[in-house]
């Protein structure tokens, strides 16, 4: 018999599949126990050269027995085998082979592996991107991990919030004494554990003294929280750590319908218990299945009751080994030798033949597990026939906590290995992450080749050795070229190894050569965890305008703007939208229409300085505005350019409404606060945002002002003029603004009473012959006028000159952004111009390109596009290099994207009614 | 994340601040338009303790002047602004 194995105890009671095979595991086994309780050592193909691997770890720095978990939406990949915990039904598959595990084509790479060294991809891919384009689909095939699951994940996620005093990360010894400690001393204590039990090294080393489940119990009594399952992923500012929670296994089928929780924790103090990962020793065929760590095959003797083969040879460079001998004797089976590479060690249990200065040189296997080993003791080679080679080059104390709070490392040469030093957060680490025990360095005794390192990256010895030839010094290229500590393990048992080697080829030491950084997550995070609630259109709640069930009855084409929706049309008899949007134009233009505005950005600015923050603010003169008057007024950033347009009102001697553009209105709540209480906090005057306290509907064309008068029995304003009124009982406020290029008004109303206002003036509107519009009409009716549009011309880079609106600007200046408005640059010649354009044949492309001619550079670009509402032929709006000096040119509109032409004559903007008659009655 | 305690509100998480500029890239309106950019794009990033404005937008939207390290990210002070802090 040989391999690992478990003599059945009748607990063999949860059901599961591996590739398609069907086993039987005990309670509280990892997936990986379970397969080698069946005697299943071969479970995953290398990353590049197909390798066979099996279980190297008994925890989540397993960089070789990576497999897929769950089936359909549930599907996760990349699963380390020591860290899922068996279910029934549990489908687990192998990955990164193909047609089967055992029988894998790709592991011919393997045998070109003197070809694929290092850099390969960098040598061989020199040359046009057509040879990339070639070899591309292949290598995508070929090296890889899991395939990403296709379908939605079902499950939900949580995200929560928590606070503690003490935050303790582990629960092994010296984790649950600190918890216990500062439970006792009447601290909040969290105690985090990512295994389901807790215990840490207890679960492999019992002590008498500790037991974990009563001081659980007794922490939890003290009122401490503690998180099993749970791995603290990150340590970030200020004692933030997020911690993530399996509240089921990978795959499973939640009983409460959450997958998973997302913790955000702010802890008083951390204490870190995080223990150390076992080095693997380098020696030719160290990534074969029975090829494990130290301490992995003790676990599972001790943890499972499996035992990982049944002829064991030990190679060790400490005392830690010897531990792992007396359990494989407990266990019934043998050890055959136990290679120790000092000179000296401790005494060996009875049975056990220990060769000092000894180092194992390769290995050989069958399919689940070693059939030779090869050692060079002394001078001389030996060979023993073994099944199991459990190997310990060290101890790697977890330092990724403490280096991602911004802690500083210690080299400790004797463990030679780093240990967590000086810390700016307020944080600790104990326990064996700070005293790793002895472990001298050992130079290799094997061929390099075949000595892996990273076994997750298949990067071997050689591989360090070649890049170091290459002329890679520092340890970030090494890195680079090799992908060395990358992919899903990170390093965890690779860093140590490939730094020992790079620093012994530069002849310096280890702390010389230098350490990559560690970033957050410790482990893999799942991407469903950090979307929480979010991943199901939940991630901003929906607003909806005062009237939007009132617009619903209507049945409209919806528009998502900003954070609400508007109706962008509302179709009668079967039109569509171009056809709608036309016909409520043309109802504007004739009669009358109107419209939901509640979104504009609204702000109430009252007390005596009110004048003066508004002239900061705007770039347009206010402070000779008339009470009961208002006017169209633009704000610029500080280097100049404009940001923002609406209109100000005088409401009363001291009070003053200014609107602004819906998309921008956060952007304009923000700016007027820094404005006042940053840069003027000495004004006397209040801003008030009132954007959603009022609904807002637009009255527009040539009978609007007869429709007003009836509904408020008073003459409304006259053009740009403001007035208080009665409609429907409700008390509004009307504006005379125009957008469409209508005689128009802005009826403001308290959002609770909107409705039987919009329902008043649609009434009457309708009686009219007059109907609602949408969005697209109001587009229409505004590219038709020349309005710019935030976001449209003004894109940003347009100054007030560009846009046609300079003659407008505060003479005196002193507003914000006069000052960059002087730079030379936003007055020289070749800005880009606000133009109307006209075609001369069809439909002008949106978005398209002005040239001169075929083959030329742009001059500019048409940024809206309509046809006209009342005649025929279509025309837009565009910005062209100093276009207000070229009307009248012809030029070609040119969309390649849209595979779209016309030609266009270059005018003014204001197609319709440029003097403004229509304004006034 | 930060911890930022607000002088209005106390301890709270940064996801409740906005950022908006150092102290140093506050532009007078008054200024000329070199003195304006010079402000705006050329300030001076120490790698140490700077001034910097932030908002406590999604609490109780006051502004504030926290001195905080660009290293460390310990923030040393924080002090109020604003109209009722010129009261």
């Known amino acids: ?921 | 994340m930060y911890e930022i305690a607000c002088p209005h509100c106390g301890p709270r998480a940064q996801t409740e601040f906005t950022y908006e500029r150092t102290v140093d890239a506050v532009v007078d309106p008054a200024a000329d338009a070199h003195t304006a950019m010079q402000a705006l794009f050329t300030r001076a990033n120490p790698m140490g303790l700077d001034e910097e404005i932030w908002r406590h937008t999604y609490g109780c939207r006051a502004w504030m002047v926290l001195t905080r390290h660009r290293v460390t990210h310990v923030i040393e002070a924080v002090k109020a602004i604003g109209p009722e802090a010129l009261a």
Not at chain 1, 574 to 596: F, P
Not at chain 1, 823 to 846: K, T
Not at chain 1, 875 to 894: C, F, M, P, W
Request: proline share 6%; glycine share 12%.
């Open chain 1, 1 to 921: 018999m040989s391999g690992p194995a478990r003599a059945p105890s009748g607990d063999e009671t949860i059901p599961f599949t591996f590739d398609g095979t069907a086993y039987r595991a005990r309670p509280g086994d990892t997936l990986a126990a379970a397969l080698l309780a069946n005697g299943v050592g071969l479970v995953a193909r290398s990353f590049k050269y197909h390798r066979p691997r099996g279980i190297m770890s008994a925890g989540i720095e397993e960089p070789n027995a990576l497999v897929t978990v769950g089936t359909g939406g549930r599907t996760e990949p990349n699963t380390r085998a020591t860290d899922v915990f068996v279910y029934p039904g549990l489908v687990a598959k192998s990955q990164n082979r193909w047609p089967s595990l055992s029988f894998d084509v790709a592991a011919i790479f393997g045998l070109a592996a003197p070809a694929l060294g290092a850099g390969f991809y960098y040598k061989t891919f020199f040359g046009p991107a057509k040879h990339w384009m070639r070899y591309e689909g292949f290598i995508r095939r070929a090296a890889g991990l899991g395939d990403a699951p296709t379908e939605a994940d079902p499950d939900n996620f949580s995200q929560v919030a928590g606070f503690c005093d003490v935050l303790v990360v582990g629960s092994g010894p010296a984790g649950l004494k600190a918890a216990l400690e500062a439970a006792e001393a009447g601290n909040r204590v969290f105690l985090v554990e990512q295994d389901a039990v807790p215990g840490g090294s207890l679960l492999r080393d019992p002590d008498s003294g500790l037991d974990p489940a009563a001081m659980i119990q007794r922490i939890e009594a003290l009122g401490g929280k503690v998180l099993l399952r749970t791995t603290a992923s990150g340590y970030w500012d200020h004692n933030f750590l997020t911690l993530t929670q399996r509240l089921v296994e990978p795959g499973a089928v939640p009983t409460n319908g959450f997958a998973q929780r997302l913790w955000h924790v702010r802890a008083g103090r951390v204490v870190l218990a995080t223990g150390l990962i076992e080095r693997p020793v380098p020696f030719a065929g160290n990534d074969l299945p029975g090829v494990m760590l130290s301490q992995a095959v003790r676990s599972y003797i001790r943890r499972w009751g499996v035992v990982p083969g049944q002829r064991v040879v030990i190679a060790t460079n400490n005392d830690d080994a010897y531990l792992t001998a007396a359990a494989i004797i407990e266990a019934g089976a043998q050890v055959v030798a136990l290679l120790d590479a000092r000179a000296s060690g401790p005494a060996a249990p009875a049975g056990v033949t220990v060769y000092h200065d000894a180092r194992p040189a390769g290995a050989t296997g069958r399919k689940h597990g070693l059939r030779k080993v090869t050692a060079v003791i002394g001078g001389s080679e030996q060979s023993f026939d073994a099944d199991l080679l459990a190997m310990s080059g060290g101890f790697v104390p977890v330092s990724h906590l403490h280096m991602q709070a911004g802690g500083k490392l210690v080299w400790d040469e004797a463990a030679q290995a780093f240990i967590p030093g000086e810390t700016p957060q307020v944080c600790e680490t104990i326990g064996s992450a700070i005293s790793p025990p002895p472990a001298p360095a050992v130079a290799p005794a094997g061929k390099a080749k075949k000595s892996f390192v990273d076994f997750q990256n298949d990067v071997s010895l050689a591989d360090i050795d070649l890049a170091w030839q290459e002329g890679y010094r520092s340890v970030e290229h090494l890195k680079r070229y090799t992908t060395l500590g990358m992919a899903t393990d990170q390093g965890k048992t690779s860093n140590m190894v490939a730094l020992a080697r790079l620093a012994e080829k530069q002849g310096v030491t280890v702390p010389q050569a230098g350490l990559t950084t560690f970033r957050p997550p410790f482990t893999p995070v799942t991407m469903g965890l950090l979307a929480g609630a979010g991943a199901r259109n939940a991630g901003a709640h929906v607003r909806r305008i005062p009237l939007h069930a009132l617009h619903e009855a209507h049945d409209p084409i919806w528009q998502p703007l900003g954070y609400w929706f508007r109706p962008r049309a509302y179709p009668v008899n079967g039109e569509n939208l171009a056809q709608a949007a036309l016909r409520e134009a043309q109802t504007v233009r004739t009669v009358a229409g109107l419209s939901d505005v509640s979104t504009l950005g609204k702000f109430e600015v009252s007390g005596p300085d009110a004048a003066k923050l508004l002239e900061l603010v705007c770039a347009t003169t206010v402070g000779k505005l008339a009470t009961g008057r208002g006017r169209y007024t633009f704000m610029l950033r500080e280097d100049g350019f404009v940001f923002d347009d609406g209109t100000v009102w005088r409401l009363a001697e001291d009070r003053y409404l200014l609107t602004s553009s819906t998309g921008g209105a956060d952007r304009m709540a923000g700016h007027l606060s820094y404005v006042r209480q940053v840069l003027r906090p000495d004004l006397k005057c209040s801003v008030v945002n009132v954007q959603e306290h009022y609904a807002g509907i637009a009255l527009a064309g040539p009978r609007a002002r007869s429709i007003l008068a009836a509904l408020t029995g008073a003459e409304p304003p006259r053009h740009m003029g403001y007035a208080p009124g009665t409609l429907a009982g409700t008390p509004v406020h009307v504006l005379a603004a125009s957008y469409s290029g209508e005689r128009a008004f802005e009826i403001h109303v308290e959002a609770s009473h909107a409705e039987q206002v919009w329902q008043a003036i649609e009434d009457a509107t309708r009686a009219e012959g007059g109907a609602p519009y949408g969005l697209e009409a109001m587009e229409l009716l505004r590219i038709e006028k020349g309005h710019v549009v935030v976001g449209g011309e003004v894109d940003g880079r347009s100054t007030p000159h560009d846009l046609g609106l300079g003659g407008m600007l505060g003479k005196a200046g002193g507003f914000v952004g006069a000052a960059g408005l002087t730079r030379p640059a936003l007055s020289a010649a070749g800005r880009n111009n606000f133009v109307g354009l006209v075609s001369l044949d069809g439909p002008i492309p949106e978005g398209g390109m002005l040239i001169t001619r075929a083959g030329t550079s742009p001059q500019g670009h048409v940024t809206a596009a309509a046809r006209r509402i009342l005649e025929g032929g279509a025309i837009a709006l565009a910005l062209l290099q100093d276009g207000h000096k070229r009307h009248g040119e012809e030029l070609t509109v040119s969309s390649p994207t849209r595979g779209e032409k016309a030609r266009v004559r270059v005018t003014s903007p204001h197609f319709y009614d440029p003097a403004g008659e229509r304004y006034r009655d």
